[in-house]
């Protein structure tokens, strides 16, 4: 699962467009989840976190300043931590300038206009619950969400979305709440604690930089708590020659801000 099979037998990875097609358009907006589809890219990930008001938002960073003009349009603000703005106010920023002036329009969407924007793209997510420390009770609102835009239909709606999270207790509480939910916990595990990941998430997603083919291997060699092998996604790998050598180690999926840079060095 996660990777297809060529003719030579050999196991692809999956790519999946980091923050979207994130090299290409601002980080977690719809153009970029449109420019990822643009470049025939499935999966798409993204970081979800909350507002003030407690509606559900796509950011990376827990403050607004680095991807937004929040700073000029509230200058009395700071340090402009998402969580002290509503949602409102969240939606008033202009996210795309920062990388380009031909995305001035681009607004912070929320987790239900992300969701829509890939159903109508044919897309698939992979979210991350970011800083859940900051945002208690953000997995049942997340699954929610989902849920009420169809997302979890599904006997096992793991073909289209996956959950994960730097926080182990984030992945076990979706676990527990949506226990068909497919996950995945983001870092790099002893492989002697590898089994205890392994019962509430299906995929581990360390930084490409800690992988060996043996660490690989051995979390290949884990079961999940679906029954297949965990799957490996390493992030971030945005050149050529390093997806190669990442692709050579066996891994599943390859997390790039560049698809296209990876399908060429990789195929799939
Ligand atoms: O998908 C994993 C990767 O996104 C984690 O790093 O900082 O880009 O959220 P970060
Ligand atoms: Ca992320």
Redesign the pocket.
Known sequence: AGSTTTLTGTATPLI?A??GASGYAPENTLVAADEAARLNTEWV?V?VQRTKDHKLILM?DTTLARTTNAAAVFPDRAPWNVADFTSREIARLDAGSWFGDEFVAERVPTLGQFLHRLTANGQKL?L?I?SPELYPGVERQILRVLDDAGWLEEEYPGERVVL?S?SADSVRTVHEQAPEVKTGF?GTPKVAELPAYAEFSDQI?P?YTDLTAEYVAAIQAVDGVHGEPLEV?A??INDGPTAARIAGLGVDGI?TNFPDVVREAIGG
């Open positions: 999946v980091h923050r990930e970081d990376h992979l991350e970011k994960q730097f983001l997603g930084r996604n992030w971030t997390i």
